[in-house]
């Protein structure tokens, strides 16, 4: 099927969106509950393995101005600010161009950003200027996702190549989890393909995919196809 380059900026489905709660508590009637879900409890899991510290610290949500998983950086000890691409956030700019002071921040957490970033090297390079020695990265990008260019979407990510990214920048990886495994992630391919032909009309029908999908992955675990990987990493 010929693709028509110049409506590329356009092809984005309609409704796709999250309000910050359905980041980190999403309904089991949404279509993509299982990757959101999942994404939530890893982000949750790779902060507590963060040393705690009596210390004053400071996070950067790194495009999002919602910051969804503030109540999960703020358990943690973490003041929370925001940067986004539009006005909203506490600072404007992108992950390739930050604007902010260098040896900013204990922490950067960038989830689901990476795919919207013309030069993500350049991003691992801007998010370590911006972190103080040895502050911690979390980053998650998408394996296999649907075409979503808000406001575009360039790149999918493997296991070696988000290690990759973080280690060329000078991050040594602490931790990389897999946001389901392979049952899982066709589960959730299977509930991209009924949204499109049901919409939100659907929603019971992806609850019982979602139902199904969860627990056979937990039986039939392979991570070589998922759907999401979140990372945690300290600057060198």
């Known amino acids: 099927m010929r693709i028509d380059v110049s409506a590329l900026a356009i092809a984005?489905?309609?409704?796709?969106?999250?309000?910050?709660?359905?980041?980190?508590?999403?309904?089991?009637?949404?279509?993509?509950?299982?990757?959101?879900?999942?994404l939530a409890a890893d982000v949750a899991r790779l902060l507590g393995e963060i040393p705690s510290?009596?210390?004053?610290?400071?996070?950067?949500?790194?495009?999002?101005?919602?910051?969804?998983?503030?109540?999960?950086?703020?358990?943690?000890?973490?003041?929370?600010?925001?940067?986004?691409v539009a006005p909203g956030a506490d600072?404007?700019?992108?992950?390739?161009?930050t604007g902010l002071p260098d040896a900013s921040f204990d922490l950067v957490l960038c989830t689901q950003v990476l795919e919207h970033c013309g030069d993500p090297w350049r991003a691992f390079d801007e998010m370590k200027r911006i972190?103080?020695?040895?502050?911690q990265l979390l980053v998650s990008a998408p394996h296999v996702w649907f075409f979503h260019p808000h406001p575009q979407d360039h790149w999918r990510f493997t296991q070696q190549g988000l290690v990759h990214l973080c280690e060329s920048a000078g991050f040594s990886v602490r931790g990389l989890l897999a946001q389901g495994g392979s049952v899982l992630a066709a589960a959730q391919v299977a509930n991209f393909l009924l949204y499109g032909v049901l919409g939100r009309l659907g929603?019971?029908?992806?609850?019982?995919?979602?139902?199904?999908?969860?627990?056979?992955?937990r039986?039939?675990?392979?991570?070589?196809?998922?759907?999401?990987?979140a990372c945690l990493a300290q600057r060198r």
């Open 12 to 38: 984005s489905p309609a409704g796709t969106g999250h309000a910050a709660g359905e980041r980190i508590r999403p309904s089991l009637l949404r279509y993509d509950y299982l990757t959101l879900d999942a």
């Open 53 to 84: 510290s009596p210390l004053r610290r400071v996070a950067l949500d790194l495009g999002s101005s919602s910051s969804p998983y503030r109540e999960l950086l703020e358990e943690q000890g973490f003041s929370v600010a925001t940067l986004d």
């Open 91 to 97: 600072y404007v700019g992108t992950a390739e161009r």
């Open 131 to 135: 972190l103080k020695p040895g502050g």
């Open 203 to 217: 929603a019971p029908i992806y609850a019982i995919v979602n139902l199904v999908g969860r627990l056979l992955d």
């Open 219 to 229: 039986v039939l675990r392979n991570d070589r196809f998922c759907v999401n990987f």
